[in-house]
């Protein structure tokens, strides 16, 4: 079994994937808030302006080549209070 943390999704791929599914249904998230010890899960409605991210590391000074993710870009999608 290969360990998830190797694994990879392209945003081409997600699209692929979500075209398989049922277009007219909501889309939620899960939301994880932590108090003290006490870790909170709660479904969200998802809006992009709030669950996704953007980051492009490509010409960034600060990652260097010796850097794994030098290069990169990531769309993070999700909520974390």
Known sequence: MTDIKDKTTTVAQLIEFLQTQ???AEVSILRT???????VIEKV???PSEHADYTDLRGNPFCKDDNPNFGKRFLF?????
């Open 77 to 81: 999608l999700g909520s974390e209070e």
């Open 22 to 24: 049922d277009q007219g």
């Open 33 to 39: 808030s932590t108090f003290q010890w006490e870790t």
């Open 45 to 47: 409605n998802f809006d």
